[in-house]
Every structure is written in structure tokens, then in C-alpha cells.
């Protein structure tokens, strides 16, 4: 079976807005990444007993992404009240992040998670397989975007 499906190229443009002092403090970041063919994007309710919502592997399946494939991955508390707690998690090494209500986390390489070395220079890293999320007070709805090349 031959794809019907061509290659695109995801831009994210960050913009910030500041004045401060009479004095323009703003800027804009994009970024780029080309040869996107697969998207998954899902809105869900996170529990405060924490929700599986990331997976990656060396092959694709149901909420499971080819780890060395993964350019982007995007999750944005959607509560308007209560903060989510994201937990990345790689072979033997995790990190956990709080994010506020109405906040936006992004990943633009998911071989991100570090170990609890004392100083940046000894740390060792792990590719992200697996990311929970867990609602702080009452279950948090969030949205979750994954781009993959």
C-alpha cells in the first residue's frame, strides 16, 4: 500500500508581548520542524490519581509514538482554576512540572529527562517513553498535540 499522505512542515511562533519602562522587551521564536507526517491531537479529563497520556517506543500504536520519529509534543491545561502536574519519565530517570491553569507546556525533542546529578555538568539523560498527567485538586481537562516525522 502505497501513502496517500505528503510530508508537512509544523511552525510554532511564540510571541511575547512587553513593554516596560517605555522600553519594547518583546520577541518572537519560531519554530520549525519539516517531514511531519503523523499527528495525533486529543482533548481529556486527567484524574487526580494521574492519566497516562504519552507513550513512546521504537513502534507506533494506539497512544504510542516512535520515539526517534517525535518533533513536537504540546499539552495545555485547559482548567481555568486548578494546576496539572506533568510526570516525563525515561528508562531510569524522571521529572516532574507544574503547570497552571491556562498554561502551555512544549517539547521540541523528547530525549529531555534528567537524573538527580548534583551539578548540570554529571547528569545523563533518557529519551521520554512515557509522560503521566495528574490533576492537582479536581480531574483537569487538557489538550495534547504530538507531531511526528
Do not use: W
Request: hydrophobic share 45%; with cysteine; charged share 15%.
Amino acid at each position: 500500500m502505497a501513502t496517500t499522505v505528503s510530508n508537512g512542515t509544523l511552525t510554532v511562533t511564540v510571541t511575547e508581548k512587553l513593554v516596560l519602562n517605555g522600553k519594547d522587551h518583546g520577541s518572537t521564536k519560531k519554530i520549525t520542524a519539516t517531514g511531519i507526517n503523523e499527528i495525533s491531537k486529543r482533548i481529556l479529563t486527567c484524574a487526580t490519581t494521574g492519566t497516562q497520556v504519552y507513550s513512546g517506543a521504537s513502534a507506533a500504536a494506539y497512544g504510542t509514538f516512535v520515539t526517534a520519529d517525535v518533533r513536537y509534543v504540546r499539552i495545555t491545561n485547559l482548567d481555568d482554576t486548578n494546576f496539572i502536574v506533568l510526570h516525563l519519565e525515561g528508562a531510569s530517570h524522571y521529572v516532574q512540572i507544574a503547570v497552571p491553569a491556562g498554561a502551555v507546556f512544549l517539547l521540541t525533542d523528547v530525549s529531555a529527562v534528567f537524573d538527580s546529578a548534583a551539578a548540570v555538568a554529571s547528569f545523563s539523560a533518557n529519551d521520554i517513553t512515557r509522560i503521566d498527567v495528574m490533576a492537582n485538586t479536581a480531574a483537569c481537562d487538557i489538550e495534547i498535540m504530538v507531531a511526528s516525522a
